[in-house]
């Protein structure tokens, strides 16, 4: 049955909660933070339609098609900034929004303290999905959204991760052809209970209830992004990348999901119509798009998705690009992250320790800048 399969085989997509007819699949957070299905013994029929949908869900691409790459970024230099690299996944959102259409997407909850899939029905509210967010989000019943909407003829743009985007599928069974999915390029999705505490211990530290989160503030450039925390009351945390004890384990793939290091849909060729990415290497392989403010990479798996990047090309600086090349220079696309050595002993010391001592203990920076941070967090660094 569904709950009994591995840890490291479960995504958390939730397609299998999505397609229990008796909704006796409960996807339920470990003590580690990750969302697993568990099943209700009493109410289940045994029909076994998790099982097949899991199974679907769980199969990578294989293709030999390679496709289309492109660097592109918004012309509107606000939406950039605001945008985790060049912005494209609003302007993708926005027209689907102008066709009558709607937009599924990741948004934090009212305390900031986890990610859920959200409805979106107006250009007001992508603000809200806008960003990359470092937690695992949770579906929820938007799969099950997403279908009715579907079903009614409305056009629907599905975003998140490729699992997501998998999940997503098998539960649809079928191709729609108002349905445009936009994946991500993703490193591996951190904990949702990791970031629950590193939030506790912020609003315990400062004093203050989180208003505000940006994973990727561009006040000091794209590449050498910051995490901003702000508190009601106007106290704002605001860390370099490699500064943030929560970003320093999920980038040095402490906190990742247990199938984040198999991940079955790593590849050029996705599930997907777009996959969006950071453009990293982007001043190397087409400077025409670089300027150091973001640019995003799209990857462009079908026709309808290449009518939708053709449909906001008036709103974007966007270039063709080798495909390989810019993949070769963005291994998050083919590559799983590494399993740490000592990722067993981080997740015995989680409960007992800090996210600021587990950092410490696991990615150490050196006491020169830890007393730089002890100074900025004591003056509660306000930008
Ligand atoms: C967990 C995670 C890991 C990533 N890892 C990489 C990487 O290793 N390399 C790389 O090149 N790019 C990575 N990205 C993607 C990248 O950061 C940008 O999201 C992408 O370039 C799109 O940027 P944008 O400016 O077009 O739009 P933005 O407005 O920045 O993108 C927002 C989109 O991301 C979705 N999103 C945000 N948070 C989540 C979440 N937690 N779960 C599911 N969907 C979410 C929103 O629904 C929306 O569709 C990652 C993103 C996430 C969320």
Redesign the pocket.
Known sequence: MIDKKAKQDCSGCSACASVCPKNCIEMRADEQGFRYPHVNYEECVHCGLCDQVCEKAAKGVVSETIPKGYGA??NDQKL?F????????????EKVLEENGI?????FSDDFRS?R?VVVDSPNG?AA?????????NIGDSFKKVKEYLQNGRNV?F???PC?VAGLKAYLKKDYENLLC?????????SAGVWAKYCNEIENGLGGKIDKVN??HKKFGWADYAVSVSLKGGKDLFLFKNEDPYIRL?LNDYSLRPSCYHCNHKGINRKSDIT?????DVKKLLPEVSDGK?T??LLVHSEKGLRYVKAISELVNIKEVDTIQAVNH????IQSARRPSEADSFWKDFESLTIDNLAQKYVPISTRKRIKLMIKKTLFLVF
């Open positions: 970024c918004a950039r605001g945008s985790s690299s060049g912005g494209i996944f609003t302007l993708l959102a937009v599924v997407g990741a948004a990610v899939h992508l999905l806008r960003g990359s967010k470092y937690l695992q989000s743009l975003s998140g991760t997501q936009v994946d991500i390029v993703c490193h591996g999705v951190p994973f990727r999920f969006l990415a950071d453009f990293w973001g995003s990479l963005n291994l998050s696309t």
